[in-house]
């Protein structure tokens, strides 16, 4: 049986959405500076992933059972990964100012503490379930 939360809260009241929602409009300003090359490779996989970010937290955060709203956290945290990937490369390719990216890099790394953290919150609360039914 999965553990189910005592309450299901809004996600557009947590700090994690706001940021993740506020580095996705800073993706989409940026990539809109990349060469035209880049429109099916680069600019559509930051796009897809900062997109990913706000709305699989989401998804989780809504989610009646903890087990499923780690797991959607977890799906995040892969997403502001492969965000900081691209911004790599980017500033590889002299797309972005190493100022834009040290920005993003940045609010990605924050972001990804903070969805780190509440993983580690749930697993917290899955560890003492697991032990009050072994008892």
Do not use: W
């Not at 691209?86 to 002299?94: G, K, P, Q, S, V």
């Not at 890099?105 to 003492?128: K, P, S, T, Y």
């Amino acid at each position: 049986m999965q553990l189910t939360k005592k309450e299901v809260k809004n996600p557009r009241d947590n700090e994690v959405y706001k940021r993740a929602l506020k580095f996705r409009k800073e993706i989409y300003a940026m990539v809109k500076g990349f060469p035209e090359l880049e429109k099916y490779n680069m600019i559509d996989q930051l796009q897809r992933a900062s997109t990913s970010v706000p709305a699989t937290f989401s998804e989780g955060y809504r989610n009646h059972y903890y087990g499923k709203e780690r797991d959607r956290l977890n799906t995040a945290l892969g997403s502001i990964a492969e965000c900081q990937a691209f911004l790599d490369m980017a500033r590889m390719e002299d797309y972005i100012t190493q100022e834009q990216y040290l920005n993003l890099d940045n609010d990605a790394e924050v972001i990804f503490g903070m969805l780190l953290a509440m993983i580690r919150d749930i697993d917290r609360i899955l560890e003492q379930h697991d032990l009050g039914e072994e008892e």
